[in-house]
């Protein structure tokens, strides 16, 4: 399945989906999909997310804190749920405020193990 169709049943599986993204640690998008409606700028989130998660795993590098998983950043306008796929990819999904935070982090949960296969 390609990469876009994957994030896109991510998104549209979700109340309150606004956009995912497959992204590098070194802010290279490798595929995206965002709803046609959004008016945030979201590739320019996960770009600025990736700076923020080499950081926090490199803290919990440090730490010895067992390997990373998972991050929620919410604000008023969204949430973002980045879920790791591998030491070069993560798995960024962006919700409305509203949005089904439970749902969104199993299908990340679900996928990311997929795509970690298709990534390596």
Known sequence: ??????????????????????????????DEYIRND???????????????????CRTVEVLKTGEMEEMTVNTGRSR?????INDAFFLLLTLAPE????KGRYLLRRDALALRDSLS
Request: hydrophobic fraction near 50%.
């Open 80 to 84: 973002v749920i980045v879920r790791i």
């Open 99 to 102: 949005g089904n935070y439970g």
């Open 1 to 30: 399945m390609p990469f876009r169709e994957t994030l896109k049943g991510i998104v549209e599986s979700v109340e309150g989906g606004l956009g995912a993204v497959i992204m590098g640690y070194d802010g290279i998008a490798i």
């Open 38 to 56: 959004e008016t945030m700028d979201l590739h320019l989130m996960a770009v600025e997310y990736a700076t923020i998660m080499k950081e926090v």
